[in-house]
């Protein structure tokens, strides 16, 4: 069978049984191992693996979101099963504990592999930048992957993991994602939390999330996103408005983009544009160049200090055992005072002015991710200026603090790239997060690009990443409507989002109705001889909400039901008639299970 590389597929196939976590997990860590391209710093022992594996006894896809998917995390960022090497053997230590947000997505089911390459204490967008050899990229070996979160990329567009964890200071999130036809998630700043992570420049700094689906960005972001109280740069989610469905989307004027000669990725970015005009999308022209000067300041600026700050007592004890071109970007810090610091600060408040005013006149703007991409072979020769032509759309994100996602645009059709994948960047102001989301996954159902470089179809049967301004009601399910079983479709070609698995307050029975097929459970609410019920709790839109409950029949209603968290929410009830000729199956504790006894 083709390996399923998204979550859905791969939920499908343990549900299915046609894959076990042990299998596609083993199998999982067998291409990791084999990896050509200088993908991976480390990957855990079989036992290791396994021992994470067994965590997973008596879960399901059904009470953890990520159960038994694959990962993997850049190598900046703790696992406590490995070294952190920040791509500098002299500089590896080995963590007490996990990142708290690798911490999260193991406690929802998701299963690491090990530890990616990336340009060293992630100073690059290149990829080339490691003693661990230059990550390649995943459609040609002789080009580059990008950086710095290259293996991280590179893993998940050859179908090795699910998704992946990269960090961004400068666009290492999203430079990667365009160069290997993937997608690339940096959120707001201080969203997903950066405790145990190697900083770059600690006040910038985001930890990124790529996978080959918006969709599965999105489950992950749900996951990742957890407000950490140990982290001092953590924000709260505050809430925001929705790109609506006619939208306004800036363009840099013409003089102000930037190409570097590849008339290939030109092309495809004005497609882009015409493919935003079809999604209900008004071009309006915007001026860049405050974003660009803001750019500037990062590297040229004394924001280069910071990277000095993180790593100084290793680095002025000996700079030799940093590769040469990351001592002449870091060592450059020494130089800096205090005074450019706070020169440098005013000068950013003002070109943030600037900048905000531009992006008020749209819902966001649309620039290529990266202007054009090299081979191994030419950032080898030229690493500082190829390295700063990459960054020309990406070094002013989060200085302006800005929220991103890097999607794919398509494949070079001529010239000596031909072949190689372009994306575009999205981006709006802090905390518009979901609704890039939202709007990312119209872009990609509408291009349906393969996915990565496995060749593998879009599927487009994935449930839709909802707009977060959509007015949604919760529904409980716990029979037929549960996800993969018959009735699922009615929820999802409403367009309803999966919120959560869980389970009921202990005071509910279940029955199986008589008659069917489909076969139906009823719940009945008992306070003295109840139990807790598997259950699923889907986000439907208030315009879809009347269909689905007149598509209803007796004795099944839409009543309130108490979940384990003492919260209510309207789902599925039964009427006490109903249970005539129906088997009690409280003691199953779950639909999927009574048929599983069947």
């Not at 998917?69 to 963590?95: G, R, V």
């Not at 202007?371 to 080898?380: E, N």
């Not at 390295?387 to 398509?410: C, E, K, Q, V």
Request: some cysteine.
């Amino acid at each position: 069978m083709t390996q399923p590389i998204t979550i859905s597929a791969i939920h499908d196939a343990y549900r299915s049984g046609v894959l076990t976590p042990q299998k596609f997990l083993h199998r999982c860590l067998q291409h990791a191992q084999a990896d050509s391209r200088h993908a991976w710093i480390s990957v855990l022992s079989l036992k290791q693996l396994d021992d994470y594996l067994q965590k997973l006894a008596g879960h399901s896809p059904d009470d953890l979101p990520l159960f038994g998917i694959p990962f993997a995390i850049k190598d900046n960022i703790d696992l406590a099963d490995l070294p952190t090497t920040a791509a500098c053997p002299d500089y590896a230590y080995q963590p007490l504990e996990s990142a708290f947000v690798v911490q999260q997505l193991i406690a929802a089911g998701a299963i690491p592999l090990g530890k990616t390459n990336l340009d060293q204490f992630a100073t690059g967008l290149v990829g080339t930048r490691s003693p661990y050899g230059a990550c390649q990229n995943s459609f040609d070996s002789a080009y580059i992957s990008g950086g710095s979160s290259a293996g991280s990329a590179v893993s998940v567009a050859t179908g090795q993991v699910c998704f992946s964890l990269g960090t961004d200071t400068a666009g290492s999130g999203r430079v990667p994602a365009s160069f290997n036809n993937i997608i690339g998630l940096k959120g707001t700043k201080g969203h997903i939390s950066c405790s145990g992570v190697v900083p770059a420049c600690k006040s910038l700094d985001c930890v990124t999330i790529f996978a080959s689906t918006v969709a599965d960005v999105a489950a992950v972001w749900q996951v990742a996103a957890k407000f950490d109280a140990t982290d001092p740069f953590a924000r709260d989610v505050v809430a925001a408005k929705a790109i609506p469905t006619a939208f306004k989307f800036g363009i840099p004027d013409k003089s102000q983009l930037q190409f570097f000669w590849d008339e290939a990725a030109e092309t495809l970015f004005w497609q882009s544009v015409e493919t935003l005009k079809t999604l209900g999308g008004e071009a309006v022209s915007i001026n860049l160049e405050p974003f660009i000067q803001a750019a500037k300041l990062l590297y040229g600026g004394p924001w280069v200090a910071e990277r000095l700050a993180a790593i100084k007592d290793f680095y002025r004890a000996d700079p030799g055992r940093c590769l040469p071109v990351i001592q002449t970007i870091i060592g450059g810090a020494e130089q800096r005072t205090a005074v450019d610091a706070y020169e440098a600060l005013y000068e950013l408040q003002r070109l943030k002015r600037i900048a905000d005013a531009e992006l008020s006149k749209v819902d966001l703007i649309v620039t290529p991710t990266a202007g054009t991409m090299y081979s191994i072979a030419a950032v080898q020769a030229d690493p500082i200026q190829l390295n700063s032509n990459l960054g020309y759309y990406t070094n002013f994100m989060n200085l302006l603090d800005y929220s991103a996602i890097s999607l794919p645009s398509g494949f070079r059709v001529s010239g000596e790239k031909q072949g190689l994948p372009f994306g575009i960047t999205l981006f709006a102001p802090a905390f518009q997060d979901a609704a890039l989301l939202a709007l990312g996954d119209r872009w990609q159902r509408q291009l349906a690009l393969p996915l990565g470089a496995t060749g593998q179809p879009f599927p487009l049967e994935q449930m839709a990443v909802m707009s977060p301004e959509v007015s949604t009601i919760d529904v409980l399910v716990c029979g037929a409507h549960l996800s993969g079983l018959p009735l699922n479709w009615q929820l999802t070609d409403r367009h309803a989002r999966l919120k959560q698995t869980t389970t009921t307050a202990k005071a509910y029975r279940m029955y199986a109705l008589a008659g069917g097929p489909p076969y139906r459970p009823g719940l009945i609410r008992d306070d003295k001889q109840g139990a807790a019920i598997a259950v699923e709790v889907w986000s439907v839109s208030s315009e879809h909400f009347g269909s689905f409950v007149a598509g209803i029949p007796a004795p099944l209603g839409i009543g309130k039901v108490e979940l384990a968290d003492g919260s209510w929410v309207s789902g599925f009830i039964c009427e006490p008639y109903g249970l005539d000729g129906a088997t009690e199956i409280t003691q199953l504790g779950s639909w999927r299970a009574y048929l599983a006894s069947k």
